[in-house]
């Protein structure tokens, strides 16, 4: 959530170090308020994975990863094929990082995962 808080507090000079353009630098502006949106899931999705990794779960993570990848390319295709803007390509990234994070807690909570020895279903 820091780093969520950070990326909304310097968004705009941010910005400004990416283009001259003012309109590039106003949309970037905007564009990172998604950005700083996404840490604290980001954050939840990045260090579940971490710890199911190292405990070895990496089969729950792949088939987990693929159902989400399917669901962000279907959400992608329709931002590209409805001529929306990038803000809708940042929500469905948003969508896909909490598609990650809600299964991983789940997996988390359920302790499956922390059964020494034991191959992972």
Not at 25 to 52: K, N, R, S, Y
Not at 72 to 86: I, K, N, P, R, T
Not at 115 to 120: E, M, R, S
Request: charged fraction near 15%; glycine fraction near 10%; aromatic fraction near 8%.
């Amino acid at each position: 959530m820091g780093t969520g808080l950070v990326v909304l507090a310097v968004r705009v000079p941010l910005a400004g170090l990416f283009t001259d353009d003012p309109a590039v630098e106003a949309m970037t502006a905007d564009l990172l308020v998604w950005v700083a949106a996404l840490q604290p899931i980001a954050g939840v999705a990045f260090t579940l994975d971490g710890i199911l990794i190292g405990a070895g779960d990496l089969r729950y993570l792949a088939r987990a990863m693929v159902a989400v990848a399917v669901g962000f390319l279907g959400l992608a295709l329709a931002v590209l094929a409805l001529d929306l803007s990038v803000a809708w390509l940042w929500a469905a990234v948003r969508l896909m990082m909490a598609g990650r994070a809600v299964p991983l807690l789940v997996r988390f909570h359920r302790g499956r995962w922390a059964v020494l020895g034991a191959d992972h279903p």
